[in-house]
């Protein structure tokens, strides 16, 4: 049996004081394109982590490797937007189980076709991703901490399109 201090925490354990409650005094239009774009991200962010989870097969190798390490830090964003959803006072859309169930299919019918489309997928979406990110960090005034996460994020998706990006040079020879 392990004792409490072997366990190791992936995500810092969030306490109440983690939380701060964003938009007070922000204008009605400021707050729709927050609620808008968070909306956005957080369903992007459902669907990438389903397309990773369905692209992951039994092989042991560099590719499922990335694939497993990219589907937890997508799903770590679903968590950032998620906390920034609420602290604004906003809920997740309904209509995220449609991008879950988007992102299964995406995801399953990839992998189908193996490891090149499977890599070629990740660059198609990572790439839209980096869009998106840049529209809202272009286009919302974010409160600074937010747009923190918003851009940290954002450099995550780059980092996938590049290692995609190598990873599909090794399937082109």
């Known amino acids: 049996m392990h004792d409490v201090k072997d366990n190791v925490i992936i995500r810092y354990e969030a306490r109440s004081n983690d939380i701060k409650f964003r938009g007070i005094g922000f204008t009605k ?4 394109k927050i ?3 968070l909306h956005a991200l957080h369903t992007l962010e459902i669907m990438a982590t389903n397309i990773y989870r369905f692209h992951i097969g039994n092989d042991k190798d560099e590719v499922t490797r990335e694939l497993i390490a990219a589907m937890l830090n997508e799903m770590t964003h ?4 998620q906390t920034k959803l609420l602290e ?5 859309t309904l209509f995220r189980a449609m991008y879950w169930i988007v992102g299964f299919v995406i995801g399953f019918v990839s992998r189908i076709f193996g490891k090149k489309t499977i890599l070629k997928t990740g ?3 990572e790439t839209r991703a980096v869009n998106h990110y840049q529209e809202f960090l272009r286009d919302v005034e974010w409160d600074e901490e937010s747009r923190v ?4 994020a954002m450099l995550d998706e780059k980092h ?4 995609w990006s190598r990873l599909l040079l090794n399937y082109a020879l």
């Open 29 to 32: 239009e400021r707050l729709k």
């Open 35 to 37: 609620k808008k774009a």
């Open 78 to 81: 679903i968590q950032e937007f």
């Open 88 to 92: 604004y006072g906003f809920r997740p």
């Open 123 to 125: 660059i198609w979406v």
């Open 149 to 152: 996460v918003v851009e940290r």
């Open 160 to 163: 996938h399109i590049e290692t």
